[in-house]
């Protein structure tokens, strides 16, 4: 099976192909000053876009791991998950307390997809 690779970079690529799976690299927010809500908001709709470009979508998120750096922030983070998600369509799930690349993350998303 051929994999396919997008928005390749030096460290990694951001969105992984093969078969019928989609593997999303851990993305974070752009803006490190917003809150959790609004970091996770903007983490959420980066994903959103992602699947899209290879032809998926939330709906078919199979397993998701949510990286927090503070579980302080697990609440804020949850509601903002529960709008996003399709009742009946969630994935498996961890949410891990973890020190993240840059300290002004509040939120890291990885996800892998069906096609």
Known sequence: ???QR???GKRLSEIVVH?????LAGEVPDDEKKDIT???QEVLAKIDKLLAKVGSDKTKILSAQIFLPDMKDFAGMNAVWEAWVVPGQ??????I????ANPAYKV????????
């Open 1 to 3: 099976m051929a994999i």
């Open 6 to 8: 997008h928005n390749v």
């Open 19 to 23: 078969g019928n799976t989609v593997y």
């Open 38 to 40: 609004g970091q996770t």
């Open 90 to 95: 969630t994935p498996a799930r961890a949410t």
């Open 97 to 100: 307390e973890a020190k993240l």
């Open 108 to 115: 890291e998303i990885m996800c892998v997809a069906a096609l």
